[in-house]
């Protein structure tokens, strides 16, 4: 029997969530349905948490959730100033990622989807990881003995990658950088100016960049974009700013935390990094146990209920913010044997949600894959003595729905 929920009285979960979240998400999962949750993280209303593997995958393909979700935080004479700082950057990201599939639904989303999928085929990745491996390469030459992976290899290689599969000019590629070093993590009111303007900043730059491909293409993706037509359609401006910003998190922040997590994750399962050392073949489907185990939406991605919606025995009422709950659902008992061991053996008998499911299956994740492929492999035939430089309660996790280390402090010795 679930325990009665109410509108009224909300899980209030604080900070510490975001450093250890699995114990938060077992109880809240095994609670009811869904529950109402308060985060510490300034969105500032609740959101109803959904994180039973099956429920989180009816939730996916369920049109009363849109994914249409910030603008109901602002309607029409609402003052954006008086809003608190995290309510204003997640509408400044709305307005950049607005005419992007993640916040888009059917028709728009088909349109979209439709345009530029072919662009993220498996043939245009699968052509990247060459480059993908002298990048790795290269950053573990330069690395040294002693070295922080986070700083070294999984923030650079991502945002590195995007550019240059984008074509954005090596000297511009800080703007992107930059754009990537504060999406993702919780603004306050310190932080919130600073935040806004390097997405301001972003915006004006790619909006420049666009209109630059459209009258000198390139052998690029974004040119490929830009000129991509079905029946006489084409992407707007707007919608190819917004698909650059789209990349970051789709191409970047995914991969930060498959790079970062994946090397913690094995370097705490010491049998398990043995074995992908000894049978390298493997490294896809640890690369699909670390998304399972430890992917970077934690705890998920957000819907808005359009109408009442039942979830099992409880009703989450129209109106309602709701958060698919993928980190909880990867670890439901439900779906998983042992779904809290770290198994690069594991059996596959239903497909990890870290990258989402259905119409909204990530298109990055084909180029996430490849470069926590090259990267966790490099490191793993490189340093068999490779191991932690500090004690693992000594790590922190950014502060943020979208998961990653702040360093990861590695020694080859």
Aim: aromatic share 6%.
């Amino acid at each position: 029997m679930s325990e009665a929920v109410s509108t009224a009285d909300p899980v209030v979960v604080d900070e510490s969530f975001f450093q250890d979240p699995f114990p938060v998400l077992d109880r809240l999962r095994e609670r009811a349905p869904a529950t109402p949750v308060l985060f510490a993280d300034g969105f500032g209303v609740p959101r109803w948490f959904v994180g039973r593997y099956a429920d989180v995958v009816a939730g996916f393909t369920d049109p009363r959730l849109s994914n249409v979700v910030v603008p109901a935080l602002a309607p029409p004479g609402v003052d954006r100033a008086e809003l608190p700082a995290g309510q204003r950057v997640l509408l400044r990201a709305n307005d950049l990622l607005g005419r992007a599939m993640a916040n888009t639904d059917p028709p728009d989303h088909t349109r979209l989807r439709r345009l530029v999928s072919a662009a993220f085929g498996a043939r245009p990745m699968d052509a990247l990881r060459p480059r993908v491996r002298e990048l790795v390469a290269a950053a573990l030459d330069a690395a040294g003995e002693e070295f922080d992976l986070m700083a070294v290899l999984a923030r650079p290689l991502p945002i590195t990658v995007v550019c240059e599969v984008l074509g954005v000019p090596a000297a511009d590629a800080e703007v992107f950088r930059a754009a990537a070093r504060v999406l993702g993590g919780f603004a306050d009111e310190e932080s919130a100016p600073e935040v806004i303007g390097a997405m301001d900043r972003f915006a004006d730059y790619a909006a420049d960049l666009v209109a630059h491909k459209r009258r000198r293409p390139a052998d690029d993706l974004l040119t490929t974009l830009v000129e991509v037509s079905d029946e006489g359609d084409r992407l707007t401006g707007d919608e190819l700013v917004a698909m650059l910003a789209l990349m970051i998190f789709a191409g970047h922040e995914t991969t930060v935390q498959l790079i970062g997590g994946g090397v913690l994750a094995l370097l705490t399962h010491p049998d398990q990094a043995a074995l992908l050392r000894a049978e390298p073949g493997r490294l896809p489907d640890a690369v699909d146990e670390v998304l399972r185990f430890d992917g970077s939406a934690n705890p998920g991605l957000p819907r808005l209920a359009t109408a009442d919606v039942p979830v099992g025995d409880v009703v989450v009422p129209r109106g309602a913010h709701v958060i698919l709950a993928t980190a909880a659902a990867n670890r439901d008992p439900r779906a998983w044997d042992r779904p809290d061991e770290f198994d690069v053996t594991r059996e596959r008998r239903q497909r990890q949600l870290a990258f989402g499911h259905g119409i909204h299956y990530c298109l990055g994740a084909r180029m996430a894959r490849i470069e926590g492929e090259e990267a966790v492999g490099a490191l793993l035939s490189r340093h068999p003595g490779l191991r932690l430089a500090v004690e693992p309660a000594a790590l922190r996790w950014r502060t943020g729905f979208v998961r990653a280390l702040e360093a990861l402090p590695l020694t080859t010795r």
